[in-house]
Nanobody, 123 residues
């Protein structure tokens, strides 16, 4: 019923920038908090940034000051602007969202994940 699709990943040199996008579609009623996670093979998936429906943002210490999360509610889209990228930022980045979807009996809360987009920071 709901799909999250990430885009914008790629290869970038250290110190460079990338902007990731995540678009939600389907029988959406409302999107609440949206988040970006990242994961390296064999490692735990970690939260990178989150944003409330009103625009309040949170960042983990490792990216604070370099990354900016934003959203366009009219487009059901969340962005992650990544600046001054470091090799340590290399990972698969996943979009996550708390949302309400249409059901037979009204609306239900759910949590959805995108399939990820690869970010590689290397010279």
């Amino acid at each position: 019923q709901v799909q999250l699709v990430e885009s914008g990943g790629g290869l970038v040199q250290p110190g460079g920038s990338l902007t990731l996008s995540c678009v939600a579609s389907g029988r959406l009623f409302r999107i609440n908090d949206m988040r970006w996670y990242r994961q390296v093979p064999e490692m735990e998936r970690e939260l990178v940034a989150s944003i409330t429906s009103g625009g309040g943002a949170y960042y983990v210490d490792r990216v604070a000051g370099r990354f900016t999360i934003s959203r366009d509610n009219a487009k059901n889209t969340v962005y992650l602007q990544m600046n001054r990228l470091e090799p340590e930022d290399t990972a698969t980045y996943y979009c996550n969202a708390d949302l309400e979807i249409q059901s037979m009996y009204g609306y239900s809360g759910t949590n959805s994940w995108g399939q990820g987009t690869q970010v590689t920071v290397s010279s």
